[in-house]
């Protein structure tokens, strides 16, 4: 501001001894006419009321106008400079300046500090793109509707005996659709391999037979074709397919004139009417082939393989839905009681999304869980990490702020700042999700449930920006409100001391740290607890050994293999050439393979100590093998023989594991008891004798506690498929070829699938249990690093700014000891602090975990009591660096310093 | 803007621009309130309150260059806004029911 009228070119009215308040208040253009105006009042009184009047007359005014202007002065200084800026009095282009200041300020700022900004980035990328993933999958997996026409009308129904829950048969099916009125349609689907024949070759395919409604039931539409019509499910009706778009391009090379041509599975004609579009929901999923299922009228009420989809009517209440369900299959229980006793078996329903989604949601929202708590983690890092530079700047910011700058401008700056580092950390977060996705993909195929459908979409992005926006307000904050705070100036009169940090942001800081300690607490035991269940599961005894043996499916298909004798006379000629062959030990067969894989659980009555009819009978995987197959997996003999051929009219002999028998005859010899099998009971049906008992084996998953098992001879009764094992002397991959040979020396195209060795299907079977394993353990080492960290950090700060002190309690005869124990002692009461918050919020999240873990409970002394340690020996180390450093002090370079 | 009612400095000083003919500088406008109210004015605050009127937009101000170049006195004349009377129109109907049968009871006391 221009400063108008110099002293000596002052009207008058204003030649006073001291005249800079009235210069100053003159000197602005706006009131130059008033000192003129004052001159003319004063000439007027002058002329009228003489010299004398005019003269009190100027005084007066004087003190008026100057205490008018003091005030004035007073109130700018009072107000002004801590007034926050109004954006209503800036104009839109003036606000906008001020930003890109503050934005190529901050920017300056944190490139100055390349190895600050850079932590800082990582960190809160890291705990950004963690959490965007996992709740991308969460979102995908577990709150998206199913990509079907209104999803929440359909259901899953089921046969349910608590606890235990298995499918239709098509007695039950035809029963429900025939006598139903709450569902507006039911529909019946399985899932299995099929054998497509094209020319010479055979191939196995996925399949998944349906029933006519299904796809109109789900809302499924052609991208070809049409689907199935109710004409299609009639039983002599020509049959039909509809084909995978996957499919489609493979075999038939998307030629549309593929509908109505014919394909051949297991050794039926199917005319193609339909293909499927490329995106299906995750039900239809990878599967290839779609047959129509036909149905005769059962003669007897099992097997039971077939899946239930229905959708509830409009205006039908859940409940009442449910309750028909129950009332249908009381109704026919009558008709089938002969054949299936179990009068407690009940029919149940649940939301398709739950059966779909099934056991992962848990899992997934505890890993949900765990990732925020690194982001916490990660934040409150960051934010002490701002908080410890902030501290350093006090002395420019307390210069900024005697030049002028009010709180809020400050604040600005260094909200602008931590926007930036949030914002770049976001960015770095949405790569590093779309990374980590990527690997979800790969690693999580096999268990995670509608993997297809996970990606980084709509509400995944916005979950990014919201996390972004919490995270840099939750270290921003802080630290912008504690560099900003009144009283900075103060800071710049204290000349000796003015790097050191005051009582308050050393406060916070503590806080911050303790708080990092308690988050990473139930991280940490979380881990440990997975970890154990982990080596729990794979220390698992599978009950044989399990190196070097190659299994192989075969499949006999009816038109070539017409009667059981054809497979029986099958094996005969291969068996002792496959065991003859160069690198072979031994080979058998089973139609069970495990570690998690039995063809069927039947239920049995013994003789000896019948099932009451009012309970469930108990029943067991029952596996058909030949005496072989237990020399190729080493598995021991017990007791009793092996398995023998016995005449038609005898018991049929079977073998027991030994769960079977300590479960059914504790203390007793199992050998020679006797039961009939499959709800059979009458005089009519076979009976089985026990003959052995052999070691467990795990059929239904590693972590499954065994049930018994059942062994019969294959060779009574050859099942048209079957795993044949065989143990080599060398690498198992090199044994192949020949082993394929000699199946298809007499049968060139026998199909074969599931090639496979036995440590490979053990390897999956551990694959997701390690993977959630190494997830926790990956978090938990994030975490429990970010804390050590956070406590070395704020310990060496105080070392460092208290370098001075220490020289002089050392110069005074202080032992090094004891500062190394001051500064320890420190820092380890922070880590107990948080150890003492984290533990009970530790316990009180475990039972969470509790359907996630294998023989170890949630609880588990060992794992808090590890826990609480590691923590503890971590923290010291953290705090013994600066201790030592501390104890190390030169008192004379100490002082020399300051 | 500020649809406060007016202060009572205010009021007088819009008074005595109407009554200087709706247009005038501070030197009669003092003058006027002096010889209406019998008392001793601050210029000061008459100059502060003519532009505080101003940005409320009760006043518009134009400054008029000195016809006698000799004397070289630069005078600042305001106006009255409609708004100014609007406003005036206000207050005295306000005042004139607040006034309404009780100067009878002044008088007598």
Known sequence: MKRKRSGSRLPF?????????FRKALARRENADAASEFEELYQLRLARDGRRAALGWRRRQLVHLWIRLAGEALRRKLFERNRPARPTAQSAGETMSNILTDLRLSLRALLRAPLFSLTVLLT???GIGGSTAVFSVVNSVLLQPLPYSQPEELVKIYTASPPS???FSVADYLALEEQQTSFDRVAAYNYGGMFLESGDEVERVSAMPLTWAYPELLGLQPLVGRVFEAGDGRVGAEATALISHGFWMRKMGGDPAALGRPIRLNDRAYTVIGVLPSQMGPLEHSREVFPILQFDTPSRKGPFFLHIVGRLGEDVDA?????????????????????????????????LREAVVGEVGRPLAVALGAVAFVLLIASVNAANLLLARVVRQRRALAVRAALGATRFRLARQLITESGLLGMAGGILGIAVAAGLLRLVEVFGADYIPRLQEVGLQGPSWGFAVV???????????????EGSRPGLERDLGSQGRANTEGARPRRLRKALVALEFAVAVPLLVGAGLML??????????????TENILTVGVEFRMSRYPRMSDVRAFWDEALPRLAALPGVGAAGLANGRPPNQYPMSNNFNLLDRPTPPTESQPAVPWVAINPEYFQVLGVPLLQGRMLRETAEDA??????????????????????????????????CSRLVVVGVVGDVKYAGLGDSSQGTVYTLQRLNPTNWTYLFARTERDPDLVLPSIRE???ARDAQLPLFSVSTIDDLMAENLQSPLHASALAGALAVVALLLAATGIYGVMAYFVQQRTAEIGIRIALGGQPSSVLWMVVGQGMRLALWGLAIGMPAAFLLSPLLSGLLFEIAATDLLTYASVALGLTAVALFACLIPGLRASAVDPVKALQSD | MSRRQLGEFEHRILLSILRLGGESYSVPIVLELEERTGREVAAAAVFIVLRRLEEKGLLRSRLEKPRDARTGRVRRYFKLQPAALRQLRESRRVLMRLWENVETVLDEA
Do not use: H, K
Not at chain 1, 321 to 348: H, M, Q, T, V
Not at chain 1, 467 to 481: I, K, N
């Open chain 1, 124 to 126: 809160v990328g890291l």
């Open chain 1, 651 to 684: 018991d049929i002999e079977v073998m027991v594991d030994n769960t079977w028998a300590r479960r059914f005859y504790p203390g007793e010899d199992p050998l020679g008891r006797r039961f009939t099998s499959g709800g059979c009971d009458g005089p009519e």
């Open chain 1, 467 to 481: 996390v972004t926006a919490a995270s840099s307000l939750l270290f921003g904050l802080v630290p912008a409100l």
């Open chain 1, 13 to 21: 009215f204003f030649r006073l001894p001291d005249q800079s308040i």
């Open chain 1, 319 to 351: 409940a009442a839905a449910a309750a028909e369900l129950r009332a249908i299959n009381r109704r026919i229980f009558p008709i089938w009681e002969s054949s299936y006793p179990d009068e407690r078996a009940s029919w149940g329903m649940q939301d």
């Open chain 1, 165 to 167: 829950r298995w499918p």
């Open chain 1, 532 to 545: 154990a269940s982990f080596s729990n599961l794979a220390a698992v005894d599978p009950g044989f050994r």
């Open chain 1, 742 to 744: 000699v199946l298809r």
